[in-house]
Structures are given as structure tokens and as C-alpha cells.
T-cell receptor, first 116, second 113 residues
């Protein structure tokens, strides 16, 4: 079974609109963390935001927020007021414990294109 | 990149030859990871390390081995490269259990001909 599922292979959004990128996860570990990364066409991986499983509030970082719904096992990324520079691949990832070690697993990604 | 360097950045090699990719970090991160990135598959975990000489397999470990003899270096070896191992390889590192960020290297583009 997929640990991290991103069901939107691609999205097109008008500039200045808000964007929601979907991510669902599957784990039996009670202590886990969820990440979002951005990968622009240049190829580097850029960390955006993190949410811990015990965090009471949804994480926010500037225009990025993480809509964490624990019961639904979803961790959607919301980008407010999208900009042309937001066009990139976006990856959701989960850190979970594995016999005392930590494993970091990624989804297949969503390619976001912002239309002027 | 938080002090994570991958080498080489690009490599073309022939089928059947051994290849070693190096990941070097300067931040004393405990956890290190190797991923491969292929279109439609995202980043898939090859191997990871939770300390010197402590490594474990990821979801696509067949054909790959790793070694970590020092905290700062994590080596990925393709014992006998195949065309299916043509990919972009990323190294990542994290500081401690529960860390809130994993830092990435710049990636290595490997082509097996």
C-alpha cells in the first residue's frame, strides 16, 4: 500500500488564486511528521513546511499553510495568492519511526502551473 | 543546501560497470538517505542510514549497496550498472529524531548506456 498518496498529477491555477494540493498518508506510527517540498525546474528540493502528528495547530509559513486532518489522514498544502514563481513540482513526505530508526517517504508529486 | 554536497553531479557510465555516488555533509546530521527520482514515481527511497555503520533498505534497494564509515559521508554503489538505473539521485540528511526538516543535496544525474 502507498504510504503517501498525491492524487493530482498536474494542476493549472490562475495567478493570485489560492491553491490546495492534496496529500493523504498511511501509517500506524503514532508519532510521525509530514513535510512539503517544492522542486522548481532547476531541480533542487526546497523545504516548505512541516507538521508533527502531535501538533495541535495547523502549520503555517508565510503563504504556505498545511491543512492537517488527522482523522482523515490528510495533510493538504494550501498556497495563498499564488505567484508565477510557484510553478513547480510539489512533494508531500512522511517521516515515521521504523524500529527506532526514522524513515522518510515521498509521494509521486503534483506539478503546479500558475497561469498569468 | 545546508552543507550537503553530492558528487559527481553528472555521470555517464556503461552497462555492467560499478558506480559510486558520494554524499558529504558538514552539519553532523545523524540520518542520511538516498533516493532516486523518476518521472511518475516521485522520490523513491533506496537506502538510509541512522548512524555510522548502521544502514537499512528502502523500497527500491535491489542492485544498490551503501556504506557509512563516517558521519559525514554516505556512499551509494551500483555494483553493476543497468539502464534501468538511469535516474536522478538525491541524498538527504536530517538532524535528529523528530527533526522538522530534511536537507537535500543538489542531485546527481546518472545515465547508464
Amino acid at each position: 500500500a502507498q504510504k503517501i498518496t498525491q492524487t493530482q498529477p498536474g494542476m493549472f491555477v490562475q495567478e493570485k488564486e489560492a491553491v490546495t494540493l492534496d496529500c493523504t498518508y498511511d501509517t500506524s506510527d503514532p508519532s510521525y511528521g509530514l513535510f512539503w517540498y517544492k522542486q522548481p525546474s532547476s531541480g533542487e528540493m526546497i523545504f516548505l513546511i512541516y507538521q508533527g502528528s502531535y501538533d495541535q495547530q495547523n502549520a503555517t509559513e508565510g503563504r504556505y499553510s498545511l491543512n492537517f486532518q488527522k482523522a482523515r489522514k490528510s495533510a493538504n498544502l494550501v498556497i495563498s495568492a499564488s505567484q508565477l514563481g510557484d510553478s513547480a513540482m510539489y512533494f508531500c513526505a512522511m517521516r515515521e519511526q521504523n524500529f527506532g530508526n526514522e524513515k522518510l517517504t515521498f509521494g509521486t508529486g503534483t506539478r503546479l502551473t500558475i497561469i498569468p | 543546501d545546508a552543507g550537503i554536497t553530492q558528487s559527481p553531479r553528472h555521470k555517464v557510465t556503461e552497462t555492467g560497470t560499478p558506480v559510486t555516488l558520494r554524499c558529504h555533509q558538514t552539519e553532523n546530521h545523524r540520518y542520511m538517505y538516498w533516493y532516486r527520482q523518476d518521472p511518475g514515481h516521485g522520490l523513491r527511497l533506496i537506502h538510509y542510514s541512522y548512524g555510522v555503520k548502521d544502514t537499512d533498505k528502502g523500497e527500491v534497494s535491489d542492485g544498490y549497496s551503501v556504506s557509512r564509515s563516517k558521519t559525514e559521508d554516505f556512499l551509494l554503489t551500483l555494483e553493476s550498472a543497468t539502464s534501468s538505473q538511469t535516474s536522478v539521485y538525491f541524498c538527504a540528511a536530517g538532524a535528529y529524531v523528530g527533526g522538522t526538516e530534511a536537507f537535500f543535496g543538489q542531485g546527481t544525474r546518472l545515465t547508464v548506456v
